[in-house]
């Protein structure tokens, strides 16, 4: 287990840092590789300009009508957002067959003053200490809640399109902030990706929140990840009010809140973030998650895909159009069993009836199994979708004449 989890930990190293590279200002055939962009925004809650930066999907512009999911990434300096972004592109891709996670705008929010926003109570305790000056100004997680909920969120949602069902990835401090907001305002995050929560802050403050919370709250809807770092050498309570709250999610009564614990133990606290996120968005959209094999031997598990995900994810998806249609001429092609990539090519054309590529991949396998009057009105209805489709015109004429 420990050599997949370094060779893994190895995979994503690398992406991340070929996204770093590509960021350096390297050019490629005279044309700018760019991650995303920064941006700031006047904050009157906080009284400060704040900064962000946003990376769009892959297909944000060619799919002009497909919503997505919104990423917040806290402790968002530039470091943060090409790690999560890298992880990210990584896990979605239907070039390499991999669709582990749905593909989303990433938000990454840089820090001013780390220790007032993201703490929910003013202390100057760190475990056993009460004397910590760096402390003086916690206590301000509402008013940075209220930032991300009233001022940057509005802002994400007017200028980009999104599905109002939205994701945190939070690493210590940040993770304490994260769990302020799954207790006292829980619809503001769908999804929530903890990593090493920071759960020493006043004497385990959030632990004994959650306790009150948690034991009477029964409509809570979320998925929730926890991912700890072996910390036993500094502090053994750390472990044990991160399973403690564990095991307050698991007794809760909400049938669609649903919580996964998972502890890294060749990891620090400074180490965890890399494996945890990935380990995170993996178990946050495991209902996503379109497997090759499973496909090809049985395509009808497309049919059942859109309920799954509206039930566990709260949202309904179709299977994506790109990856169904890769799979379908792995089938068609590579594994020659044309019967099978018919039935997939159909659902999708099922799923995107006004997309030119399903209905020209439809009749690409019709042809191989000899189907030509099929295959001709797959070109008829790219032709009403686009009358001046050359390919399709082509291929009707060349049709008819062979009748």
């Known amino acids: 287990m420990k050599l997949l989890l370094k060779h893994l930990c190895h995979k994503i190293i690398c992406a991340i840092l070929l996204l770093i590279i590509s960021n350096q200002k390297i050019y490629a055939q005279d044309s700018l590789i760019i991650v995303g962009k920064r941006y700031t925004i006047e904050s009157k809650i906080l009284k400060e300009n704040r900064t962000y930066s946003v990376m769009l999907p892959a297909s944000y512009k060619s799919n ?4 997505y999911i919104v990423a917040y990434v806290l402790d968002g ?14 896990m979605h891709s239907s070039f390499d067959l991999k669709l582990q996670i749905p593909e989303m705008i990433i938000v990454s929010i840089e ?10 109570t003013n202390s100057l305790n760190y475990l ?7 402390f003086k100004s916690s206590g301000k997680a509402n008013e940075f809640m209220g930032f991300i909920e009233n001022e940057l969120m509005p802002k994400i949602n007017s200028s980009y399109r999104t599905t109002k069902k939205n994701l945190i990835i939070a690493h210590s401090m940040a993770g304490l902030f994260a769990l302020h907001c799954f207790l006292e305002n829980p619809k503001l995050f769908s999804y929530y990706l903890l990593i090493d929560p920071s759960w020493f802050w006043d004497r385990n403050y959030i632990g004994k929140r959650g306790k009150e ?9 979320a998925r929730v990840f926890i991912g700890l770092a072996n910390n036993l050498l500094d502090d053994k309570r750390h472990y044990q009010w991160g399973e403690e709250f564990f095991q307050l999610l698991k007794k809760n009564q909400s049938p669609k809140l649903k919580a996964e614990f998972k502890y890294f133990g060749d990891e620090k606290h400074l180490t965890v973030p890399i494996p945890a996120t990935y380990y995170g968005l ?3 959209f495991e209902p996503y998650e379109i497997d090759l094999n499973q496909v090809t031997t049985n395509p009808n598990i497309l049919l059942n895909y859109a309920k799954k995900t509206s039930d566990e994810l709260f949202i309904e998806m179709k299977p994506d159009e790109s990856f169904v249609r890769t799979i379908g001429y792995v089938a068609l092609h590579d594994r020659q069993i044309p ?3 018919i039935k997939i090519f159909e659902l999708n054309s ?3 009836p006004n997309s030119i590529n399903v209905w020209d991949n439809l009749a690409d396998a019709y042809m191989v199994k000899g189907y030509y009057e099929k295959a001709k009105l797959c070109y008829k209805k790219i032709l009403e979708l686009s009358p001046n489709n050359k390919n399709a015109v082509k291929r009707l004429d060349e049709l008819n004449k062979n009748k």
């Open 128 to 134: 056993d200490q009460d004397n910590i000056n760096a």
């Open 111 to 120: 820090n001013t003053n780390r220790t007032r926003d993201l703490t929910p």
């Open 282 to 284: 993996k178990y946050i």
């Open 350 to 352: 099922q799923n995107y």
């Open 64 to 67: 002009p009508n497909k919503e």
């Open 339 to 341: 019967d099978t990539a």
């Open 213 to 221: 919370i948690l034991e009477k709250k029964k409509d809570l809807e």
């Open 77 to 90: 300096e530039r470091t943060k957002f090409l790690e999560v972004a890298g992880i990210v592109q990584s």
